[in-house]
């Protein structure tokens, strides 16, 4: 069996043939390739990390499968689609990166065990998802370290949006894109790309030049040089996009007319769609929106538009539901159900952007005991669902977070606090992923 193992010494990836490595051992079929160069995965032994600096122990080898980075191209397989094969390799890469001390089956860390205490990402392994979340620079020593602790999937906040990538028209600039690229190649992360078309005009989602123009052609034009570049640029290395952000009006059912709807009517979103696809035919494409995780109307819309998209053979293959709550937000059997009607649909669901600000009544235990329950609802209802495959949250640290800059300190909506210290909400999620079968 073919397993693609770090190397310490040259800094590379060697294939050796490893038969007592547990997760090598699969079944896998008959026909196997190594994957090409661009696509490999490099892994967390490497003692500097980018341009980042941050050190990090020598943790043993990694094992994974020479295809389990989810780039489809990486194996022949009979009888299954690309998106099958690149979601299984996505499963596999999580079950390779829970083995830190090398690349016997024996030592892989049984979670659910009496004693256990296992990372996230860990835990997502066994679970069989994997684990995200958004991060950004930062002037900390200690925030890439727990970053790359607890977490085996990635989303920059911004690096990937319009008008970091393009913040004039016709030109480009990839470098923090890139630095984060490598930074997640080598931690053996996946990265989701975010986003390509959101209008919005902060957060660098927009930029002035977009919005300013009047004639559809020159928009339908420089959306589709947009979408092509940069996806192009990255063809092989992302996994997922979220090529539609937030196309439904923020607290309507009615689907946002934003300068694109404007000029290009909404068949916009199934332009924007294929060009990704054109752009990086591997890639799982996502459309990506919030205030969806509870029933609703806005739910449902976002149901029937995915299904009109399916239906007009649009390259659609997941929709990622973002979770920003309140405590007492939200709601587990809903959430499940959402996931099972997309599901039905034949697409991947994925939680997004995943927050839950401290809020409501009773002193902090009690607030932080709400908290852990309704990570726990989240994690649970994913898991539960085969078609969910990942739970991304938006920031990991209390000490680093969106809600602060927004609305203040003080709301406290991640898994670890202000020091990196596990939360109960750390040990919700982590309780949540082992609670499938």
Same mark, same amino acid.
């Given at each position: 069996?073919?397993?693609?193992?770090?190397?310490?010494?040259?800094?590379?990836?060697?294939?050796?043939?490893?038969?007592?490595?547990?997760?090598?051992?699969?079944?896998?079929?008959?026909?196997?390739?190594?994957?090409?160069?661009?696509?490999?995965?490099?892994?967390?032994?490497?003692?500097?990390?980018?341009?980042?600096?941050?050190?990090?122990?020598?943790?043993?080898?990694?094992?994974?499968?020479?295809?389990?980075? @989810?780039?489809?191209?990486?194996?022949?397989?009979?009888?299954?689609?690309?998106?099958?094969?690149?979601?299984?390799?996505?499963?596999?890469?999580?079950?390779?990166?829970?083995?830190?001390? @090398?690349?016997?089956?024996? &030592?892989?860390?049984?979670?659910?065990?009496?004693?256990?205490?296992?990372?996230?990402?860990?835990?997502?392994?066994?679970?069989?998802?994997?684990?995200?979340?958004?991060?950004?620079?930062?002037?900390?020593?200690? *925030?890439?370290?727990?970053?790359?602790?607890?977490?085996?999937?990635?989303?920059?906040?911004?690096?990937?949006?319009?008008?970091?990538?393009?913040?004039?028209?016709?030109?480009?600039?990839?470098?923090?894109?890139?630095?984060?690229?490598?930074?997640?190649?080598?931690?053996?992360?996946?990265?989701?790309?975010?986003?390509?078309?959101?209008?919005?005009?902060?957060?660098?989602?927009?930029?002035?030049?977009?919005?300013?123009?009047?004639?559809?052609?020159?928009?339908?034009?420089?959306?589709?040089?947009?979408?092509?570049?940069?996806?192009?640029?990255?063809?092989?290395?992302?996994?997922?996009?979220?090529?539609?952000?937030?196309?439904?009006?923020?607290?309507?059912?009615?689907? *946002?007319?934003?300068?694109?709807?404007?000029?290009?009517?909404?068949? *916009?979103?199934?332009?924007?769609?294929?060009?990704?696809?054109?752009? &990086?035919?591997?890639?799982?494409?996502?459309?990506?929106?919030?205030?969806?995780?509870?029933?609703?109307?806005?739910?449902?819309?976002?149901?029937?538009?995915?299904?009109?998209?399916?239906?007009?053979?649009?390259?659609?293959?997941?929709?990622?539901?973002?979770?920003?709550?309140?405590?007492?937000?939200?709601?587990?059997?809903?959430?499940?159900?959402?996931?099972?009607?997309?599901?039905?649909?034949?697409?991947?669901?994925?939680?997004?952007?995943? &927050?839950?600000?401290?809020?409501?009544?009773?002193?902090?235990?009690?607030?932080?005991?709400?908290?852990?329950?309704?990570?726990? &609802?989240?994690?649970?209802?994913?898991?539960?669902?085969?078609?969910?495959?990942?739970?991304?949250?938006?920031?990991?640290?209390?000490?680093?977070?969106?809600?602060?800059?927004?609305?203040?300190?003080?709301?406290?909506?991640?898994?670890?606090?202000?020091? *990196?210290?596990?939360?109960?909400?750390?040990?919700?999620?982590?309780?949540?992923?082992?609670?499938?079968?």
């Amino acid at each position: 069996m073919l397993c693609r193992v770090a190397n310490r010494a040259e800094r590379a990836f060697e294939l050796a043939m490893l038969p007592e490595a547990s997760v090598c051992r699969a079944a896998l079929g008959a026909s196997w390739r190594a994957s090409d160069s661009r696509s490999s995965p490099r892994l967390a032994w490497a003692p500097a990390i980018s341009s980042t600096r941050a050190e990090l122990p020598y943790a043993g080898p990694v094992c994974l499968p020479a295809w389990s980075h @989810g780039r489809v191209r990486a194996l022949t397989l009979t009888k299954l689609g690309e998106h099958q094969m690149k979601r299984i390799g996505m499963l596999l890469l999580g079950s390779a990166l829970a083995l830190s001390s @090398g690349c016997g089956g024996d &030592d892989q860390l049984d979670c659910r065990a009496d004693g256990a205490d296992c990372t996230l990402s860990e835990a997502a392994a066994q679970a069989g998802v994997l684990i995200g979340a958004a991060f950004n620079e930062k002037d900390d020593p200690e *925030y890439l370290p727990a970053l790359i602790k607890d977490f085996n999937s990635v989303t920059h906040e911004g690096a990937m949006k319009w008008g970091a990538t393009q913040p004039e028209y016709g030109v480009f600039n990839f470098d923090k894109a890139d630095a984060m690229m490598e930074f997640a190649g080598a931690n053996g992360m996946t990265v989701r790309g975010h986003t390509l078309i959101w209008e919005q005009a902060s957060l660098d989602a927009t930029p002035e030049y977009v919005t300013a123009i009047t004639d559809p052609e020159a928009l339908r034009t420089l959306m589709a040089d947009h979408i092509r570049t940069v996806v192009g640029h990255y063809r092989g290395r992302v996994d997922a996009w979220d090529v539609v952000n937030e196309p439904f009006e923020t607290a309507g059912s009615q689907v *946002y007319e934003n300068i694109f709807y404007q000029l290009l009517g909404p068949g *916009y979103i199934a332009e924007a769609f294929e060009l990704a696809h054109e752009a &990086d035919p591997d890639a799982t494409l996502f459309l990506n929106e919030a205030l969806v995780s509870n029933a609703g109307a806005k739910f449902d819309a976002l149901l029937a538009l995915t299904a009109d998209l399916l239906d007009q053979g649009v390259p659609l293959h997941g929709v990622g539901l973002q979770g920003h709550f309140i405590t007492g937000g939200p709601n587990h059997d809903e959430l499940r159900t959402n996931i099972q009607k997309l599901a039905a649909l034949g697409v991947v669901v994925e939680l997004t952007e995943v &927050d839950i600000v401290l809020r409501g009544t009773g002193d902090e235990a009690t607030r932080l005991e709400r908290q852990r329950q309704d990570y726990f &609802d989240l994690a649970s209802a994913c898991v539960a669902v085969d078609a969910c495959k990942r739970i991304t949250f938006w920031g990991f640290t209390d000490r680093h977070t969106w809600i602060d800059s927004f609305f203040g300190p003080g709301f406290a909506p991640l898994p670890l606090d202000e020091n *990196y210290e596990r939360k109960p909400a750390y040990f919700g999620v982590r309780d949540g992923l082992l609670s499938g079968p």
